[in-house]
């Protein structure tokens, strides 16, 4: 079955400290993996892909095959990443497999 | 550039009445696709399509159609509403297979 996990629905830091927002996913093929942020009052929006391998906003996400992980991670967490952050697995008929979400809380 | 625009934002009916949600990108995307998002529940895919005069469903499709006339335009039906459908719908389009998706502002559904 093809299925994206988030398990945690909110995630809570003060404002500097670490955050590492988790996905696991259960897929038989090769994943390609995004993952995406919706800021208060604004549109779902692309925020990395695993095959760019970049940093976003301080946010990076690797993909590890043998944990079937996609952890997004951010050294020191801002006020302004407060968010719901969806993992999302796109499979090979095209289409994205979404997570539950978390929100992403982060206090000053 | 508005990318993909939705209407309504908002919209109650009532048990049975039937209404389409809009949905047009001005990005010249290829493909285009329609989810619904309950709370606390990611989004799950209604139907979808990868070019004009070509559609198909995903993951939730009962209760729904569409239809793909043009490339830019991608509307959702729904015939005979029930309360079940009381979501949000997100439309979104891309570029191709695999490439990130532009998501419109979404449409608050509620059904009485």
């Known amino acids: 079955a093809q299925r994206v996990t988030q398990p945690e629905k909110l995630l809570s830091v003060f404002k500097g400290a670490p955050v590492e927002l988790k996905c696991n996913y259960s897929?038989?093929?090769?994943?390609?993996l995004f993952w995406y942020v919706q800021y208060s009052r604004q549109r779902l929006q692309l925020l990395l892909r695993?095959?760019s391998r970049e940093s976003i906003k301080g946010f990076t996400a690797d993909l590890n095959k043998g944990e079937t992980s996609f952890h997004l991670k951010k050294p020191f967490a801002q006020e302004e990443d407060s968010a719901m952050y969806y993992c999302?697995?796109?499979?090979?008929?095209?289409?994205?497999?979404f997570g539950q979400g978390t929100e992403l809380s982060v206090k000053p | 550039n508005a990318g993909v625009t939705q209407t309504p934002k908002f919209r109650i009916l009532k048990i049975g009445q039937s209404m389409t949600l809009q949905c047009t990108q001005d990005?010249?995307?290829?493909?285009m696709y329609w989810y619904r998002q309950d709370p606390g529940m990611g989004l799950k895919l209604i139907y979808y399509?990868?070019?004009?005069?070509?559609?198909d469903k995903g993951e939730v499709p009962n209760g729904y159609n569409v239809s793909r006339s043009t490339t830019e335009d991608f509307p959702l039906r729904l015939e005979l509403a029930a309360p079940s459908q009381t979501s949000v719908y997100f439309c979104?389009?891309?570029?191709?297979?695999?490439?990130?998706?532009?998501f419109g502002d979404g449409t608050r559904l509620s059904i009485l």
């Open positions: 999302a697995l796109h499979n090979q008929g095209g289409k994205l497999i």
């Open positions: 990005m010249n995307h290829n493909y």
């Open positions: 695993h095959i």
């Open positions: 399509s990868v070019g004009a005069g070509i559609t």
């Open positions: 979104a389009s891309s570029r191709g297979e695999g490439q990130p998706q532009h």
């Open positions: 897929y038989s093929g090769s994943p390609e």
